[in-house]
């Protein structure tokens, strides 16, 4: 688990990666944006849920800073310092 920290019209890129995530926003407005096309808007108690391998994109569609939780498995092999890429 770890907090995220975005600037307004700051975002993570578009990727993916094998571990299923919970996006649990703190404060602002979330915007996240799908590989269809599909968006969903999150705001200060929202959660949403990101299955695994799932491509997405996270952008701060506010005009204040948006801070999240992101609840993560650590997979096995793995350390929980990076996410594993999706083949």
Request: with cysteine; glycine share 8%.
């Amino acid at each position: 688990m770890w907090v995220m920290e975005f600037e307004p019209s700051g975002f993570a890129k578009k990727h993916s990666h094998k571990e299923e995530h919970y996006l649990y926003v703190l404060e602002g407005i979330c915007e996240l944006r799908s590989k269809d096309g599909s968006t969903s808007t999150a705001e200060a108690g929202d959660s949403i849920f990101v299955p695994a391998c799932e491509e997405h994109e996270i952008v701060n569609s506010g005009d204040s800073v948006l801070r999240m939780l992101s609840l993560m498995p650590i997979l096995k092999g793995a350390t929980g310092r990076s996410t594993t890429p999706c083949d």
